[in-house]
Every structure is written in C-alpha cells, then in structure tokens.
C-alpha cells in the first residue's frame, strides 16, 4: 500500500520518456496509506491506518511546446510552482524552502531533492511539497534529468472558496516598476509580504517579474524588479499620486529590508 503519490506518477515519467515523449506533464487524484492510531475499524476504513485523498502532478522535459522562437528550456521548479497557485487559487499558498528551515530538515521529503524542494502552506496550513525528484532516484527510474512533482492534500484544496465576481474598475490603471538590491539571503516571500500588509490603497497588485545575481552587483547582494499596478474605482490617478505610491514603497523596504533602489 503505497504512502504518497510520487512513485506512481513518477514510473508513468519514466515508461513516457522510454517512449520517446519529449513533454510529459500527468496527474493524478488517490488515497495514500499511512499507519495512524487515531483511525478505527469502519465500512470504509481499517483500524491503524489512515487513507487520505491527495493530488500529484509530475512535469518532465521542455517547459514550453516546440515553437518557432526562444530557446528551448527545461521544466523548472518555478514552472511547476506557478501552476500549484493557480490549482490552489484563492486559497494563499506559501512556500516553505527545506534548506532554509531548521524545523524542516529532519523530516524532509524522502523523494525530493534537499536542496530544490518546499513544504507547501495553504491559507497558512501545511498541505503538501513540491520539489525536483531527488537525484538518488534517477538511476532507478532511468531518467538523464529530474521531474518537477508536488503533492497535496485533497482536503486543503477543497477548502477553496467559490469565486467571487467582482464589477472591474472603469478607470485605467497606473503601471510603476521599482527595481532595489537586497542581501542575497532575504527572501522573496517575505519581501512581497511585507508589500501586501503595508501597500498604499491605491495598490491593486505587487509582481516580481526579474530577479539578478551576477556581474554588476555587490557580492551577497542580489536584485529584484517588482512591477506594481495601480488603480482607484471612483477617480483617475494622478503622476502625482502613482509616484508617491511608488516611493512609499520604496520607503517601505528601505526600513523592513535595508533595500536600496537599483543604479
């Protein structure tokens, strides 16, 4: 009786990529077994074992179809990660990295790799990982690079409320990019916390779209581009007020993170 998902989804990787299948994204939905004091003798259930419901997903190969411009890449972890938000969506889900956690090494996902892998958080509750397949399993499953896999409990997921509609603002919106350097071993996740507790009002959304570590940037530092929309339901923003929004946040990171804008 198997204990997580993984194993399945990954052989299905593996019997794929002998068949020659460049791009292999597959899933799955099932009960999982796992030895639990608490659980009792039932129609549907064995004293000493629990059977909880979880979804898995595994990504292997290009990130993107074959096309006629870019550069081919693989599959990577922030691919995969982007496609757990939008299953999870509108429940928050945070990432917990493994290497970065005290609490998290002694009990690390046995199939994923230490150093490339998170615990998953749904509305603040642990729910799951994510993470590249562990390299000690790739010989075993002859595969030349690792999937990306995720699996989560079922009942976290299906907390998801029921979307909301909302009437979309007729007035358009501000655009503002801010891009600052911060010490390499501030996290990304707790920068755009801090922006979304203490963003003026005017702020709709705060994304990162560029993160740089290389030539051109202090040693232990690193650079983040955060590209911040704006927008008021009852009036058109000034240059005025969009500006002030902008430096207000700058000001913000400046206190919590010591950042400094980009030159």
Do not use: C
Not at 101 to 122: D, E, F, K, M, T
Not at 164 to 183: K, Y
Not at 229 to 252: I, K
């Amino acid at each position: 009786m198997r204990t997580s998902l993984i194993g399945s989804l990954v052989d299905v990787v593996r019997k794929n990529q002998q068949r020659k299948v460049p791009r292999i994204r597959v899933f799955e939905v099932g009960r999982v077994f796992l030895r639990d004091p608490r659980a009792v003798d039932g129609p549907l259930s064995v004293q000493g074992v629990s059977q909880p419901l979880r979804v898995a997903a595994a990504a292997y190969g290009p990130a993107l179809a074959q096309q006629w411009e870019g550069a081919e890449r693989a599959v990577d972890f922030f691919d995969v990660k982007a496609d757990l938000e939008a299953l999870a969506a509108p429940l928050e889900a945070r990432f917990e990295p493994a290497s970065q956690s005290a609490a998290l090494q002694s009990r690390l996902h046995p199939a994923l790799h230490p150093g490339r892998s998170a615990r998953v958080l749904l509305d603040g509750r642990p729910a799951g990982w994510i993470g590249e397949l562990h390299p000690k399993w790739l010989p075993k499953y002859e595969l030349p690079q690792p999937p990306i896999v995720f699996e989560l409990e079922a009942e976290a997921l299906a907390a998801a409320p029921l979307p909301q509609p909302e009437v979309p603002s007729r007035l358009p919106i501000v655009v503002r990019d801010i891009a600052l350097e911060f010490d390499d071993v501030i996290p990304v996740q707790a920068v755009l916390d801090a922006i979304h507790a203490e963003k003026p009002a005017i702020v709709r959304s705060a994304r990162l779209f560029s993160l740089y570590r290389g030539p051109g940037r202090p040693p232990g530092t690193k650079s983040l581009a955060f590209r911040v929309v704006m927008q008021d339901t009852a009036r058109t923003l000034t240059d005025a007020e969009a500006d002030a929004a902008r430096d207000a946040l700058v000001a913000l990171l400046g206190r919590r993170f010591s950042a400094r804008l980009r030159t």
